[in-house]
């Protein structure tokens, strides 16, 4: 039994002689928000077209919920929903007529339509021209009819990019409400690890093409040590002091330094091994490395 919505194995991409994706092996539970992370440029569009299908390469290797992508194209493709870019929508129409001429194409009943503006909280606009929406409104009508087959798996690529930080939050219940009430797995893309993080319940961290990350979110947490952060009348010195006792200094900056720690006990220790040496300590407390800097480390090592 493959647990997985998405598996990808070894798989590479180029443009021309440009490597755009490399060995990337993704791995998306059944019923995960999969937080797809990375800077501009890293390759998350590319990733999603391919999963998509849209874009090919000589060695596929993907897997949509255990099956083959090129053997079992159509059967793949039902299971899945996008909105990759900008959403297709009509703006001389209404919402509830885009959503009406789509489920007419794809031979749904009308019903179903004023199901999904009510899910993505667009009932009240319903008869309003779509062309009159807000980014927000056109990024919900983009997801409600990218959910009209009713697909197991949403791709979204960047769907709150340009949104005010109320669209921000819209989106983020909407697809928690999604996956929590209605089992979706949702892969969704994003530059910015504070919008994900809130929502994901995984995360996989991408850079020129490399997956740099990829785990639960504690598990990305776990790996951000907190830092014990002193500031003494002599901070030089204290470093010689500590570094002597093989304490690991972190990083120094204009007025403290940065250690690793074990517990309560070690601050007292290291406090009391500054004080004894004549140091005065102005200051001593612990402090977390926010998730956003810890992304900006990752993926500036590769
Ligand atoms: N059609 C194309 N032809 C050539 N190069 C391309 C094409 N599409 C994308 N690229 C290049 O592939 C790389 C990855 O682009 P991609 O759009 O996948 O990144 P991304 O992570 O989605 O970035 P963004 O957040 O900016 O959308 C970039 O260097 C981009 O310039």
């Known amino acids: 039994m493959n647990n997985f919505a998405i598996q990808t194995v070894d798989l590479s991409y180029n443009f021309g002689s440009q490597v755009i994706i490399k060995d990337l092996n993704l791995n998306v539970p059944k019923g995960s928000i999969y937080g797809f992370l990375g800077p501009n440029g890293a390759g998350k569009t590319t990733t999603i077209k391919i999963l998509l299908n849209l874009l090919r390469t000589p060695n596929d290797t993907v897997f949509i ?86 697909p197991d798996l949403l791709l979204l690529d960047e769907p709150t990019n340009g949104l005010d930080p109320n669209g921000i939050i819209e989106i983020r219940n909407l697809m928690i409400e999604l996956a929590e009430k209605h089992q979706k797995t949702i892969l969704v893309s994003s530059h910015l690890l504070a919008e994900i993080e809130k929502t994901a319940t995984h995360i996989g961290i991408i850079n020129k093409g490399a997956l740099l990350f990829q785990g639960e979110v504690s598990e990305l947490r776990n790996l951000n040590k907190p830092a014990l952060k002193i500031e003494t009348n002599n901070n030089n010195l204290s470093i010689q002091i500590l570094a002597q006792k093989g304490i690991e200094i972190l990083r120094k900056d204009t007025g403290s330094i940065y250690l690793t720690y074990q517990d309560k006990t070690n601050i007292a220790q290291i406090n009391a091994l500054l004080v004894t040496n004549g140091i005065d300590v102005y200051g001593i407390g612990t402090e977390n490395k926010d998730l956003e800097n810890l992304f900006l480390d990752i993926t500036s090592k590769n």
Not at 94 to 114: F, P, Q, V, Y
Request: include cysteine.
């Open 65 to 150: 919920f255990g099956k083959d992508i090129n053997t079992h194209r159509i059967e793949c493709l039902k299971k899945m929903g996008s909105l990759v870019e900008q959403p297709a929508i009509y703006g001389h129409l209404t919402g509830k007529e885009n959503l009406r001429n789509r489920a007419l194409l794809l031979g749904i009943r009308k019903s179903k339509c004023d199901e999904l503006l009510k899910l993505v909280g667009l009932n009240d606009a319903a008869n309003k021209k779509a062309g009159k929406y807000s980014l927000g409104m056109k990024q919900r009508l983009g997801i409600a009819l990218a959910l009209l087959s009713d």
